[in-house]
C-alpha cells in the first residue's frame, strides 16, 4: 500500500509535463490505475520483447512517442493495439513500469469509440463476443466463431468447419448457449458502468 | 484436511476445455480440495470486453467478485483455473483497491443490479498456485502411485499465471518453477523449456492467422527440438490455440509436428492411478495416445464420429490403369 502511495507520488511531475488538453493527458486519463506513460523513456525494450511487434505498424515504443507528439489520428489508426496479444511481457520488462498492456486497452477502447481503424476485424471480434456476453451473460463459442468467420473470413470457412465439428464431436462446444439466471441484474449493471463511462 | 474454495470455471472449462474441468474433479478429493462453485458466475470479459468499455468490463467482473464475497463461506479463496480468467479477477480487484475512482464508479454500476463489493474481501487464486504452495509438492508426491517415468514434458505456463502477478506468488515472471517442480514430483522428466511462458497467439487466431501461426509455431517447434513427447499447461486458450489449430499451422508452413498438449490435471490424475476417460484423454485434437503409450498408458480409442472428422474424405485411388490411353504390353510389370 505504502508503495503504491508513494509511487503515484513520484508520477506526478513528468505527467504533469503534458499540457492539459494534451493527447497524452487523454490516455493518461483514460487508463485505470496510474499508467506511468509519461515516464517512457523510448528505450524500446517493450517493441523488443513483443511477440507479435513484426506485424505492428508501429512498435509500442513508437507509439509512445507519437502520443506524446499529439499524432492522435495516427496513433488510433495505427494497428498496433489490434495486434497486443496480452502477454504483459513489455509490462514486466519495462524499466520504468509503464502499464503498457493497460494503455494498449485504452487505445483500442478509444479507437472503438471513434470508429478509428482501418481493419474491422479486431474490433468486430471484440463487438460480437460482448454482444454474447451481454445477451447472456457467458461466451457462446459457436456463435462467436461462425459469425466471426461469416462476416471477415468467408472463404476460409470451408477450411474451418472440420475444426468446428471436432470440437462438437470431442463435447469441446455446444450447440446452444448458456443463458446465466439472473441475466437482467447483469444487463442493469452493465447499463449503468456503460453510463458512467461515457458520463466520464 | 480438506482446502475449501469459491471456483469460478469461467465459459472455457464447461466446453472448449472440459477435460481440464473433468481432470480437476477428478483429482480433486484425492489432494483435499474442495469446490463450491460460485451461483450464477458471468464470463470475465476475456481479453475483449476491456477493449470496448473500460468501466463496464470491470464492472462484469465485479459482479463474480459481489457473487463470491456473499457466498464466502468458511473461505475467502476464490479460484480460477483458467489463466485469463484469474487476471481478470484478480485486476479488477486489484484496481479497485487502489483506485478510489474506480471502486466509486464500479459500486455505482454493481447497486444498478443490488449488489455491492468491498475490494480485497475475497483472495484471488489459480489452481496450480494452490496446488503447489497450499496443498504443497510433498502431498502431490505422496498421492502417486504410477509415476510418469519415462515421459518427456515441455512445462508450458503462457502468459497470463505469470505476468503481471501484482501479488508475487512466481519466483519469476519469466521462468517460473512451480509446474516444473510440480511434474517433476510426479516422475515426468521435465525440459528447462526456454519458452514456458511465451505467447500461444491469445486470440490472434481469430483476428490474424499469421500472426497466430508463427506464435504456435515457435511453441511447438521449441519444445520439439528439446524433444518433449507433450506440452503440459494450465490455461484453456493455450491448449485451444496449439492444440486445435496445430494442424493448421503445420499446413500453412509446410511442417509436421505432432505435437499433444495437455492439461496438467489430466497428467496429475495419470499419475494418481486414475483411469484416461474420467480425466478427459482422448479429447484433444493432436492425439496424445502414441506419447502416452511410451509410459504404458493406453488411451481409449476415439469415437467413431471422430474419425470421420480426422480424415480427410478419402481419396478415390486413380485406376492403374490411367486414363484410356494406348498401352504398351507388360506395362503394368514395369509401373512397380
Same mark, same amino acid.
Given at each position: 500500500m505504502d508503495d503504491q502511495s508513494l509511487r503515484v507520488q513520484n508520477a506526478s511531475p513528468p505527467t504533469s509535463g503534458s499540457p492539459p488538453g494534451s493527447f497524452l493527458q487523454e490516455v493518461i486519463e483514460a487508463t485505470p490505475g496510474d499508467s506511468r506513460l509519461g515516464m517512457c523513456i523510448q528505450c524500446g525494450t517493450c517493441g523488443g520483447s513483443c511477440p507479435s511487434a513484426g506485424?505492428?505498424?508501429?512498435?509500442?515504443?513508437?507509439?509512445?512517442?507519437?502520443?506524446?507528439?499529439?499524432?492522435?489520428?495516427? *496513433? $488510433?489508426?495505427?494497428?498496433?493495439?489490434?495486434?497486443?496479444? +496480452?502477454?504483459?511481457?513489455?509490462?514486466?520488462?519495462?524499466?520504468?513500469?509503464?502499464?503498457?498492456?493497460? *494503455?494498449?486497452?485504452?487505445?483500442?477502447?478509444?479507437?472503438? =469509440?471513434?470508429? =478509428?481503424?482501418?481493419?474491422?476485424?479486431?474490433?468486430?471480434? +471484440?463487438?460480437?463476443?460482448?454482444?454474447?456476453?451481454? +445477451?447472456?451473460? =457467458?461466451?457462446? /463459442? $459457436?456463435?462467436?466463431?461462425?459469425?466471426?468467420? &461469416?462476416?471477415?473470413?468467408? &472463404?476460409? $470457412?470451408? +477450411?474451418?468447419?472440420? &475444426?468446428?465439428?471436432?470440437?462438437?464431436?470431442?463435447?469441446?462446444?455446444?450447440?446452444?448457449?448458456?443463458?446465466? /439466471?439472473?441475466? /437482467?441484474?447483469?444487463?442493469?449493471?452493465?447499463?449503468?458502468?456503460?453510463? &458512467? /463511462? *461515457?458520463?466520464? | 484436511m480438506t482446502t475449501k474454495l469459491l471456483f469460478y470455471p469461467g465459459c472455457s472449462l464447461q466446453r472448449t476445455a472440459r477435460p481440464y474441468l473433468d481432470s480437476l474433479v477428478a483429482i480433486s478429493p484425492l489432494i483435499g480440495i474442495e469446490l463450491e462453485e460460485i451461483q450464477d458466475w458471468n464470463c470475465c470479459g476475456a481479453t475483449e470486453y476491456i477493449a470496448i468499455h473500460h468501466l463496464a468490463s470491470h464492472a462484469l467482473v465485479g459482479r463474480n467478485l459481489a457473487l463470491a464475497a456473499q457466498q464466502s463461506n468458511g473461505t475467502h479463496t476464490v479460484m480460477a483455473a483458467c489463466s485469463a480468467c484469474y487476471l481478470n479477477l484478480a485486476k479488477t480487484d486489484s484496481y479497485m483497491q487502489v483506485n478510489a475512482q474506480l471502486n466509486r464508479q464500479v459500486n455505482d454500476a454493481l447497486q444498478a443490479g443490488g449488489l455491492h463489493y468491498q475490494p480485497g474481501t475475497v483472495r484471488i487464486r489459480h489452481l496450480l498456485d494452490i496446488i503447489v504452495n497450499d496443498i504443497g509438492i510433498e502431498e502431490i508426491r505422496r498421492q502417486v502411485v504410477r509415476p510418469l517415468k519415462g515421459l518427456r514434458i515441455a512445462p508450458y505456463y503462457g502468459c497470463m499465471?505469470?505476468?503481471?502477478?501484482?501479488? #508475487?506468488?512466481?519466483? #519469476?515472471?519469466?521462468?517460473?518453477? !512451480?509446474?516444473?517442480?510440480?511434474?517433476?514430483?510426479?516422475?515426468?522428466?521435465?525440459?528447462?523449456?526456454?519458452?514456458?511462458?511465451?505467447?500461444?497467439?491469445?486470440?490472434?487466431?481469430?483476428? #490474424?492467422?499469421?500472426?497466430? @501461426?508463427?506464435?504456435?509455431?515457435?511453441?511447438? @517447434?521449441? !519444445?520439439a527440438q528439446y524433444h518433449a513427447d507433450l506440452m503440459v499447461t494450465l490455461c484453456p486458450m493455450c491448449q485451444l490455440n496449439l492444440d486445435a489449430y496445430q494442424s493448421e499451422m503445420n499446413r500453412h508452413f509446410h511442417t509436421n509436428y505432432h505435437m499433444p498438449i495437455l492439461y496438467f490435471t489430466q497428467l496429475l490424475g495419470l499419475a494418481f492411478g486414475l483411469e484416461p476417460e474420467v480425466l478427459g484423454l482422448g479429447k484433444e485434437f493432436v492425439n496424445a495416445s502414441q506419447a502416452l503409450s511410451r509410459i504404458g498408458i493406453e488411451l481409449p480409442a476415439a469415437e467413431p464420429e471422430l474419425e470421420m472428422v480426422e480424415d480427410k474424405p478419402a481419396r478415390k485411388k486413380k485406376a492403374k490403369a490411367g486414363l484410356p490411353m494406348p498401352q504398351m504390353l507388360h506395362s503394368e510389370e514395369e509401373d512397380e
Open positions: 506485424d505492428m505498424n508501429h512498435t509500442p515504443r513508437q507509439i509512445f512517442a507519437m502520443i506524446r507528439a499529439d499524432l492522435r489520428e495516427e *496513433v $488510433l489508426r495505427s494497428n498496433t493495439p489490434w495486434y497486443c496479444v +496480452s502477454c504483459y511481457f513489455c509490462t514486466v520488462r519495462c524499466p520504468q513500469e509503464v502499464h503498457i498492456t493497460d *494503455v494498449m486497452y485504452t487505445l483500442k477502447s478509444m479507437a472503438i =469509440r471513434e470508429k =478509428r481503424y482501418d481493419d474491422s476485424t479486431a474490433p468486430d471480434f +471484440s463487438q460480437t463476443f460482448i454482444g454474447y456476453i451481454e +445477451s447472456y451473460g =457467458r461466451s457462446y /463459442e $459457436l456463435g462467436l466463431a461462425t459469425r466471426h468467420n &461469416l462476416r471477415h473470413r468467408p &472463404l476460409q $470457412l470451408p +477450411s474451418m468447419v472440420p &475444426l468446428g465439428l471436432g470440437m462438437l464431436a470431442r463435447r469441446r462446444m455446444d450447440f446452444a448457449p448458456q443463458r446465466i /439466471e439472473k441475466i /437482467e441484474q447483469l444487463q442493469a449493471i452493465l447499463a449503468r458502468a456503460i453510463e &458512467l /463511462e *461515457v458520463g466520464v | 499465471i505469470a505476468r503481471p502477478d501484482r501479488d #508475487n506468488r512466481w519466483d #519469476n515472471v519469466e521462468h517460473p518453477l !512451480a509446474l516444473d517442480k510440480l511434474m517433476k514430483a510426479i516422475g515426468a522428466e521435465v525440459i528447462d523449456f526456454p519458452l514456458k511462458t511465451h505467447c500461444c497467439g491469445g486470440h490472434m487466431t481469430q483476428i #490474424n492467422m499469421p500472426t497466430a @501461426y508463427e506464435l504456435i509455431r515457435r511453441l511447438v @517447434y521449441g !519444445a
